[in-house]
């Protein structure tokens, strides 16, 4: 059997996938990911909830394909965490949403990202017309995930 990624391998893979890739603000991608596995961890998420937040955008994003997850040493939990996160091409939030409730694990994960993606301090430096889709967005999507939206 092999051996399952640590967290800084992890970590740094995801690093690597991401390298290049800018946010909505023009910051490095690699800081989301790093504040969305920091949210998990303050919620108290397990290592395999830490890790899945590393990788949470990864396939969605391209980044690393589903033939690389599916090979990778990682825990199945993880695997299926990174899966339900990753939201398909014209896939409806509310399917979505279902399955990030439906995964064991990915509710804290979406809730961590969805805090940073929120965070105003991130949103302020956006144009209004796109903080203020944004900002309905991860309110419905928090709606439909069951997490408070205040």
Do not use: C, F
């Not at 790093?34 to 909830?49: K, L, M, N, T």
């Amino acid at each position: 059997m092999t051996e399952t990624l640590s967290l800084a391998e992890i970590e740094a893979l995801a690093r690597e996938a991401h390298a290049g890739q800018t946010d909505k603000a023009g910051r490095p991608y690699a800081e989301h990911l790093a504040a969305v596995a920091h949210g998990v961890r303050a919620r108290g998420g397990s290592d395999e909830q830490i890790a899945a937040g590393w990788l949470h955008d990864a396939v969605e994003d391209d980044r690393l394909s589903r033939a690389w997850l599916d090979a990778a040493a990682l825990p199945q939990s993880v695997k299926h965490m990174v899966l339900a996160l990753t939201r398909g091409e014209g896939e409806d939030l509310e399917s979505y949403t279902r399955r990030v409730r439906e995964t064991p694990g990915a509710l804290l994960v979406k809730e961590a990202d969805l805090a940073h993606n929120a965070d105003p301090a991130r949103l302020a430096v956006l144009d209004e017309a796109t903080r203020e889709r944004l900002t309905a967005k991860y309110a419905r999507t928090r709606r439909l995930l069951g997490l408070p939206t205040g």
